[in-house]
């Protein structure tokens, strides 16, 4: 399943004296871009019942994004299960459409109460479609 694009401009705090993206700052930009997802689909991450956690993160850097550039976040769900998602997500180049970072990260969910793996909520489930 795809998601909507998230689009963003780099701007000066995200980068190194350089003017490079901080390899960190791909994370977050992946981060915002599942967040959005969530929201455009009003599924709230503040949940009585549990948290989103990171299970693992694979992540491939590949050309630098530099300040002032245009970036696209293109996000896919490879996998849904009850208790976990695994999402691609590639960060690119508007103009240029060189691929900057790649990556695999699985997302599960915790009861708020055991941290053990829970189900997710059914409206999300419902939302992505094994493709």
């Known amino acids: 399943m795809k ?10 705090e995200d980068t190194d004296f350089q003017g490079f993206v901080y390899h960190a700052n791909y994370l977050k930009y992946f981060e ?9 689909n009003q599924i709230s991450q503040l949940n009585s019942e ?13 050309f630098p994004a530099r300040l002032e550039e245009s970036l696209s976040v293109k996000t896919n769900v490879q996998l849904k299960t009850k208790a976990r998602l695994r999402f691609n997500q ?4 508007i103009n240029t459409k060189k691929i900057c970072c790649e990556a695999t990260i699985d997302v599960c969910f915790l009861d708020k109460i055991s941290n053990k793996p829970k189900a997710f909520n059914e409206a999300l489930l419902g939302l992505i479609t094994n493709e």
């Open 32 to 40: 915002r871009a599942r967040t959005q997802f969530l929201i455009d």
């Open 90 to 93: 590639r960060i690119e180049n």
């Open 3 to 12: 998601c909507n694009d998230f689009n963003l401009k780099v701007f000066v």
């Open 50 to 62: 549990g948290f989103f956690v990171i299970k693992n993160i694979n992540i491939t850097y590949s």
